[in-house]
């Protein structure tokens, strides 16, 4: 009996472990279990399977030209907005890094986008993008239609996006600045470092950490945008914003092809799980803490 | 290397109160000047002030002949250590003293040279590849001088540089930087709170209170003449005894009074002084502990000594190697300290007579608190 006690002293730990592990078990192992099991059949009109077919959705994918397009349309929509939305977010960070007049109207602008709801958004973008009465137009002089333009589709919901994301990356960069000694700064001024230079040999070198942070998870973020996307382009015009999740959504809940939507969301996940691999790995040599 | 000019120089903190006032100092080509004085008097401001990096509110400030209040600090060629040490986290302590001249594209032979040639002089050769973060405070302030001494600026300016290190390795260093003050001939302003470093390394002590400037003079006259009861009372470790008491008329001259009674002679060249203006006032006697004698050497036919001693109770006895510190009790006095030879006969409660050097003894107004004897001193 007391051996039994001392025995499940240690394994006691597990049994705080067990509510989260329920909602985990419900939520996401059970969906991700049920994918990869969907993705080995042909299914009805209702998602049930129906014809096991082993591996024929993942060759069928492999030889479809659309899904190359996804794949090639995927990686140019995620590089521009991780590339756009970091960029936005530390440019605004650094620039509200110093205190002057009216700094908190435009750290709460910056910090705007995390509080709109993407399809809010898109809504809005789809005005202000109109080729008769949007305002971009109008304050350029162009006449592009560029929603309906293949070249213009993917960078107006790109953009978009990135700007959508920056808010949270403000948010970050700008706790990330906050934690830089400002005593280094004077020191490097003394030295007779410029602001430039400063900028390159301090503040990058210092934000590293959370730099690293917030590349993850806005790579993971890109590959996932989907509000915008349907409301804005609906993965057109032709194929040009067809995103993987937006190709995975329309394959399921249009034309009931749930089985190769499941293989697609399964090859999204080896993407994704591949780069946030990489990724440590390569954070194990850059970033200094 | 060059001349710094501080005209009526003030800061003020959020329009409160003064950090710094009126801080007027002439500061030669090749100087050593020592900022010292009690916690928050505006040492670290001034020197901040110097280097750019706290607005002056009001005054000039002149680097070689020109106006720089409103220079940039990366534009006046200064260097500094700073009180926090200022590292750059992100860097090796390699790259951390060799900053300053990889942004001014020094090539990097010349570079790594000096790096080595320092980190040796300054024993943290082992720690070049370590990062700030990793060290100690002895080895991090080190690294912080080594960053400094990397160029050859118009001024160093160095803010309680040796503050953390041990004392062998303090008076090590002090010599380090004694010796790269007479090879650069570099002008140097040095804040510290250690009265050996203030009085080895300096060719000028400014002490400073409440942001006032009290004295600013070589050491041996800051020393020797001090301009107000704050400076004697500062500067000298252990400090000066002050007595209070009043000057009375003699046949002879004149003799200080202590509140007991007991009666010290004044001699004679600061005795018809002090009875024109100060007879029957109140004035305070400063008597350095090293000034206490335990026998007579030197005679001076007209003195008489018996009118120069001052009688106490030891209340305790402390070795300090070749010397020892006796504090006694006295009368009216109360407790004064003594600085007396290792060999000097006495215990705790045993009653103890001294002679006091009347000759070097100081006299303070006791409501200005100035030096009666002091005049002006070189600025
Ligand atoms: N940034 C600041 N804002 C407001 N007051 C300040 C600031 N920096 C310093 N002070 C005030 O100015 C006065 C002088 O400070 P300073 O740092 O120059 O003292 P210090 O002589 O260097 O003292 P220490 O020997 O402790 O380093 C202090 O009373 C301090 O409270
Ligand atoms: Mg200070």
């Given amino acids: 009996m007391k051996q039994f006690v001392e025995k499940m002293k240690g394994k006691s730990a597990y049994a705080y472990l067990i509510p989260c592990f329920l909602v985990f078990a419900v939520f996401l192992f059970y969906p991700f279990v049920k994918t990869i099991y969907l993705s080995l059949y042909k299914t009805d009109k ?40 970091m960029l936005i977010g530390l440019i605004g960070a650094v620039l509200c890094s110093k205190a002057f007049p009216g700094i908190r109207v435009f750290s709460t602008s910056y910090a ?33 239609n560029w929603i309906a333009d293949p070249k213009y589709a993917l960078i107006c919901v790109a953009v978009l996006t990135a700007w959508l994301n920056s808010g949270i990356n403000f948010l970050y960069f700008s706790a990330g600045l906050g934690n830089i000694d400002e005593s280094i700064y004077e020191r490097a001024s003394v030295d007779g470092a410029t602001g430039i230079q400063k900028f390159f040999r301090l503040t990058l070198p210092g934000l590293s950490p959370i730099m690293f942070y917030t590349l993850v998870v806005n790579i993971i973020q890109a590959f996932q945008s989907f509000g915008q996307i349907k409301i804005l382009t609906s993965g057109g015009p032709g194929e040009s914003t067809n995103v993987i999740v937006y190709s995975i959504y329309r394959d399921a809940f249009f034309n009931y092809k749930f089985g190769s939507a499941a293989a697609q969301s399964v090859v999204l996940f080896l993407i994704i799980m591949a780069l946030t691999l990489v990724m440590f790995k390569v954070e194990k040599k850059g970033v200094k803490y | 290397m060059s001349e710094l000019i501080l005209k009526n120089v003030c800061k003020m903190y959020d329009k409160k109160q003064y950090a710094v006032r009126d801080f007027s100092l002439k500061i030669e080509d090749g100087e050593f000047v020592i900022f010292v004085g009690p916690s928050g008097c505006g040492k670290s401001t001034t020197l901040r002030m110097i280097a750019g990096l706290e607005e002056i509110t009001s005054g000039e400030l002149w680097i070689d002949k020109q106006l720089c209040n409103y220079v940039e600090p990366k534009d006046r060629d200064l260097s500094m250590v700073f009180q926090n040490y200022a590292l750059y986290p992100q860097m090796t302590v390699y790259d951390n003293m060799a900053f300053a001249l990889q942004i001014r594209k020094v090539p990097k032979k010349e570079i790594d040279k000096k790096v080595q040639e320092a980190a040796s002089v300054l024993g943290i050769r082992h720690l070049l590849k370590q990062r700030p973060g990793a060290l100690s405070g002895g080895q991090k302030q080190r690294v912080a001088i080594g960053s400094a001494i990397m160029r050859e600026p118009k001024a160093f300016l160095m803010d309680e ?5 041990d004392a062998k390795l303090r008076a090590q260093m002090r010599v380090e930087l004694s010796e790269l003050h007479k090879r ?12 050996t470093e203030a009085m080895t390394l300096g060719t000028k002590i400014v002490v400073m209170k409440d942001g006032f400037i009290q004295q600013a003079d070589t050491p041996k006259a800051v020393y020797e003449h001090p301009a107000n009861l704050f400076v004697a009372g500062f500067i000298g470790s252990p400090s000066m005894n002050f007595f209070e008491g009043s000057i009375r008329k003699t046949d002879k001259g004149a003799d200080f009074v202590l509140e007991s009674g007991t009666a010290l002679e004044i001699p004679e060249d600061r005795a018809f002084a002090l009875l024109n203006e100060y007879r029957n006032k109140k004035v305070i006697l400063g008597v350095r502990p090293e000034h206490f004698l335990s026998e007579i050497t030197a005679k001076d036919p007209k003195a008489d000594y018996t009118k120069r001693v001052l009688n106490g109770v030891i209340t305790t006895r402390e070795m300090l190697g070749a010397e020892s510190m006796f504090y006694l009790e006295e009368a009216s006095a109360g407790e004064f300290a003594a600085r007396l030879p290792v060999e000097t006969k006495g215990r705790t409660r045993d009653e103890m007579t001294l002679f006091v050097d009347m000759d070097r003894v100081h006299f303070f107004d006791a409501e200005t608190e100035h030096n009666i004897f002091y005049r002006g001193g070189q600025q």
Wanted: charged share 10%; net charge negative.
């Fill in chain 2, 161 to 165: 540089p040796l503050s953390n290190l």
């Fill in chain 2, 184 to 195: 650069l001939s570099a002008t140097m302003i040095y804040v510290t709170h250690d009265q």
């Fill in chain 1, 112 to 144: 705007l986008p995390m509080a709109i709801a993407s399809s809010g958004a898109a809504m809005i973008f789809k005005i202000i993008l109109n080729p008769t009465i949007g305002i971009l137009n109008k304050l350029t002089g162009l006449d592009i």
């Fill in chain 1, 46 to 85: 209702l998602g049930q399977a129906k014809l096991f077919v082993g591996l024929e959705n993942y060759t069928d994918l492999l030889t479809s030209e659309s899904f190359y397009n996804s794949l090639f349309v995927t990686l140019l929509f995620v590089v521009i907005v991780v590339v756009g939305s």
